[in-house]
């Protein structure tokens, strides 16, 4: 079993920067891949970046060079670094984690955080 906590978002303007928090608790070892994923209002949740535990990274073509996804192991947490921030990357942001999957697929994560908004304005 493996808890999830974000946090890190906020309301900003177009072009500003955030750095979400991803806590993680519980029986960590067991996860093979942890990412973050976004949900807009009327749009299924999709990946926007993933973290393997010796540091590979995937991005979705929407976020690359803008987004960028790190781990502190000793500190257990997952952080995403967002710079250049625009009015479509209004969502709902949560990390996840996968004991047998590594890519940007929802399905294939079992464990998940509540979520933390980002709302950007123009």
């Known amino acids: 079993q493996v808890q999830l906590v974000e946090s890190g978002g906020g309301s900003v303007q177009a072009g500003g920067s955030l750095r979400l928090s991803c806590a993680a608790s519980g029986d960590t070892t067991s996860s093979y891949c942890i990412g973050w994923f976004r949900q807009a209002p009327g749009k299924e949740r999709e990946g926007v970046a993933r973290?393997?535990?010796?540091?590979?990274?995937t991005y979705a073509d929407s976020v690359k060079g803008r987004f960028t996804i790190s781990q502190d192991n000793a500190k257990n947490t997952l952080y995403l670094q967002i710079i250049s921030l625009k009015p479509d990357d209004t969502a709902m942001y949560y990390c996840?984690?996968?004991?047998?999957?590594?890519?940007?697929?929802?399905?294939?994560?079992?464990?998940w955080g509540q979520g933390t908004q980002v709302t950007v304005s123009s």
């Open positions: 996840a984690a996968s004991t047998f999957y590594c890519g940007l697929a929802r399905t294939g994560y079992q464990y």
């Open positions: 973290i393997t535990g010796d540091g590979r990274t």
